[in-house]
């Protein structure tokens, strides 16, 4: 055959070069010998190919470092997108795979405690009646640990993270979620009939803080009228007067700070020019906020005078009804 044919030539050329079956497999055995040697240097990595590799390893460094400058600025990017228009920001953030897709992932997103993020913003996103956003909410409060926490401390804790919305409907839906899940996270606390106590009851302790706090409310709110305002609330009984009592004095001592953390970007990341707009937010909000209090002081009247002519079915529906009408006209007056 062909090979047979090329021997043949060799070997007429140098008989040396004719190899025969001996040698042949000693050439094999030091072949192999040879290439577990170089698997041995392989393995040891000789020092050629260390050098290579660790300047690789600088260059990955250099890399990544550059890569994560790279992040954060696309991090800050999105945030700052979120705080002018929260969807837009999301799907910017979660284009660059630095927020996910489901709902979870949103929810734990807002509950960083990112201050970059505008908590006026976060208040409306929350409060927004689209489904998304709904489910956004439920996951969010849902991450939120009540449990064994008197109401005020769990209202407290509730309202760092964002700001009340203006709206009525946002704040309604925010306020009854946050009920729900305090009476979930206390299932025996043994003190509200159900969860529209603790819902109309943390009105009442929004309206007494604004009361006690705001320098717009010049007459302050008693005990008794405090104690008065909640007749009825628990399922047409009285909740305790001492439980009300304790609680008037907890929020006379310290406010619920509503105004949430963070930055409000719109009128921070601005020049000083603005810092007027700091003050003249303040003072809306302060309105805001004694919209927010007439609001649950109507509410709280409406629930304490229907109580002798409605059943207590109705008087629960009528109370969130009362509660709806009343608020959009006041903020409406502003």
């Given at each position: ?8 030539v ?23 010998r ?17 050098n ?26 999105g945030?700052?997108?979120f705080?002018q ?14 927020v ?28 927004d ?19 064994n ?35 979930e ?6 003190i509200?009939?159900?969860?529209d ?28 009228a405090?104690i ?55 003072i809306?909000w ?26 207590t ?16 006209p ?5």
């Amino acid at each position: 055959g062909m090979f047979g044919g090329h021997l043949e030539v060799y070997g007429r050329v140098d008989k040396r070069l004719y190899i025969s079956p001996n040698t042949q497999s000693n050439l094999s055995s030091d072949h192999k010998r040879d290439s577990k040697q170089n698997e041995k240097l392989k393995g040891s990595g000789s020092t050629s190919d260390f050098n290579a590799s660790s300047s690789l390893g600088n260059k990955e460094n250099v890399e990544q470092i550059q890569n994560l400058k790279q992040q954060k600025e696309i991090l800050e990017h999105g945030i700052n997108l979120f705080n002018q228009k929260p969807r837009k920001g999301l799907e910017f953030l979660q284009k660059h795979a630095l927020v996910g897709t489901s709902v979870q992932d949103i929810a734990d997103f807002l509950c960083k405690e990112d201050d970059r993020l505008d908590r006026t913003v976060i208040g409306d996103f929350l409060g927004d009646q689209d489904q998304l956003n709904k489910d956004v909410m439920y996951a969010y409060v849902d991450m939120l640990d009540f449990t064994n926490k008197e109401i005020v401390s769990a209202l407290r804790y509730f309202l760092e993270g964002f700001r009340l919305p203006g709206e009525a409907q946002k704040v309604d839906r925010l306020m009854e979620k946050f009920a729900s899940r305090y009476c979930e996270c206390n299932p025996n606390q043994g003190i509200f009939a159900n969860a529209d106590t603790a819902y109309v009851l943390a009105f009442s302790i929004i309206m007494l803080t604004t009361d006690l706090h705001s320098p717009q409310v010049k007459t302050k709110m008693s005990k008794e009228a405090f104690i008065r305002n909640n007749r009825g609330i628990n399922d047409s009984e009285d909740l305790p007067e001492e439980y009300l009592s304790s609680i008037y004095d907890e929020i006379k001592e310290s406010e619920i700070k509503m105004k949430g953390g963070g930055k409000d970007s719109k009128s921070q990341n601005m020049n000083q020019g603005k810092s007027l707009d700091q003050k003249k937010k303040q003072i809306l909000w302060n309105i805001e906020l004694e919209t927010i209090s007439q609001t649950a002081k109507a509410l709280m009247e409406s629930a304490s005078h229907v109580k002798q002519n409605f059943t207590t079915a109705t008087d629960e529906i009528y109370v969130k009804h009362m509660f709806k009408i009343a608020w959009t006209p006041l903020l409406a007056a502003f």
